[in-house]
């Protein structure tokens, strides 16, 4: 007999350890240590947060400055909620979200409202038409004018969490109230979810140097928790004069 054939074929060759030898837990831990994707940190601020507060509070404090017998008090509140904000969307964008909602529901938006019935709008806003998804009722909410042609784009602040973005999203047929030569006409559209947009960057196109139009982007920043953009084709075709209800 040979030497070939007396060692079992099934036997590894020396100094070479079999596969299935190899602990469970040992390649476990291998896996572990191989690097992988970064976490997300629990705190993050979304982009232009940052620069939005930077803006707000600098804003604030050149009114001041400029505006005889300014309020130093008012410069001073303005910059603690704007840089309390900013801590807060740090630490929990939800509770932001909740908050910023609640705010703009019951003081802002029906004052924003009730101007544009009697026909003023000091900074230049839109109201947005839609239904509500669950109650089927008709939901305004004033939005920021970001009209270019027949195209009519938002920057959402909360994201998808918006009343009117779900709304859109089960329901894309829209209104806009908007300025047309000089009166205010309510246009239907057909609005779109863009999640793939920047929403900076398409908020820089809206501004084209519209002091108006800064000025809400600014608020936009610092107020929001997730920007997302939104685009209304309008059809101006059809514009109507229409009384708000």
């Known amino acids: 007999m040979s030497l070939d054939s007396a060692i079992p074929t099934d036997h590894p060759p020396i100094g070479q350890v079999p596969i299935d030898s190899v602990p469970i837990d040992q390649a ?22 940052l620069a939005g507060t930077v803006a707000a509070t600098a804003l604030a404090w050149v009114l001041y400055a400029i505006t005889p017998g300014g309020s130093l008090r008012s410069a001073l509140v303005q910059t603690g909620i704007y840089l309390g904000l900013l801590v807060l969307t740090a630490c929990s964008r939800r509770a932001k979200v909740l908050l910023m909602r609640t705010v703009q529901r019951y003081t802002m938006n029906p004052l924003m409202r009730l101007f544009l019935a009697i026909g ?11 239904r509500g998804h669950r109650t089927g009722k008709i939901r305004r909410v004033p939005v920021g004018n970001g009209r270019k042609g027949n195209s009519f784009w938002i920057i959402a602040e909360h994201g998808t969490r918006a009343g009117y973005v779900n709304n859109i ?17 309510w246009v239907p559209g057909i609005a779109t979810v863009r999640p793939g947009d920047d929403p900076l960057a398409r908020q820089r196109q809206i501004i084209a140097w519209h002091p108006l139009r800064a000025y809400n982007a600014i608020g936009v920043r610092v107020f929001g928790a997730d920007l997302l953009t939104v685009h209304v084709q309008l059809d101006t075709a059809r514009a109507g004069d229409g009384r708000i209800a």
Request: net charge positive; aromatic share 4%; charged share 25%.
């Open 28 to 49: 476990a831990a291998d896996q572990a240590t191989t690097p992988g994707p970064r976490s997300r940190s629990r705190f993050s601020v979304p982009r232009g947060l």
């Open 169 to 185: 999203q089960h329901d894309p047929h829209v209104r806009v109230r908007l300025r047309i030569g000089l009166r205010y006409r």
């Open 120 to 130: 003023i709008n000091p900074l230049g806003v839109a109201i947005l038409e839609t």
